[in-house]
C-alpha cells in the first residue's frame, strides 16, 4: 500500500474543528494521509494510537485520518466534507488516542447524525 500526506485534507480537518467548535481535537495531533491501492469498502478510515503509547512512552495520543484516493477523491465537495466529519465524530471528547464506535450508549455515529452536524454549520 502506498501512502501520502495530504495537506489539503489537513486544511479541511482544521477548518471544520474549529466551525464544529470541537475544541477538544487537538489538530497538531491529527495527521491526514492519502491511501492508494487500498482493499476497503471504505472512502475514509481514522486510525487512533493506543493508550499504552502514552503510558509506557509517554506519547501524546495522535490521529491519523486516511483517505481513500479512488474512492474519496471521485466525491463531490460536500460528501467530502461529510465523510471527514464523520471520521471526526470518531474522537472522542478525551482525546485519547482511543476511537468512539458507531453505536454507543450516548452517540451515534452515522449519516443522519452528521446531515444533523451538517445542518447545523450552514
Known amino acids: 500500500m502506498q501512502y501520502q500526506k495530504a495537506p489539503e485534507i489537513k486544511r479541511q480537518i482544521r477548518v471544520l474543528v474549529k466551525e464544529l467548535?470541537?475544541?477538544?481535537?487537538?489538530?497538531?495531533?491529527?495527521h491526514c494521509i492519502r491511501s492508494f491501492d487500498a482493499k476497503t469498502r471504505a472512502y475514509a478510515r481514522i486510525w487512533g494510537m493506543a493508550k499504552l503509547f502514552k503510558e509506557v512512552v509517554g506519547i501524546e495520543p495522535h490521529?491519523?485520518?486516511?483517505?481513500?484516493?479512488?474512492?474519496?477523491?471521485?466525491?463531490?465537495?460536500?460528501?467530502?466534507?461529510?465523510?471527514?466529519?464523520?471520521?471526526?465524530?470518531?474522537?472522542?471528547?478525551?482525546?485519547?488516542?482511543a476511537l468512539l464506535s458507531h453505536r454507543g450508549r450516548y452517540h451515534e455515529i452515522n449519516d443522519r447524525e452528521v446531515e444533523r452536524i451538517l445542518s447545523n454549520l450552514r
Not at 467548535?21 to 491529527?30: E, G, H, P, S
Not at 461529510?82 to 488516542?97: N, Q, R, W
Request: charge should be positive; avoid cysteine.
Open 21 to 30: 467548535n470541537y475544541t477538544y481535537i487537538k489538530v497538531n495531533n491529527i
Open 63 to 97: 490521529y491519523i485520518i486516511e483517505v481513500i484516493a479512488k474512492k474519496f477523491d471521485k466525491l463531490d465537495e460536500r460528501e467530502k466534507i461529510k465523510t471527514l466529519i464523520h471520521e471526526l465524530m470518531h474522537i472522542p471528547k478525551t482525546f485519547s488516542g
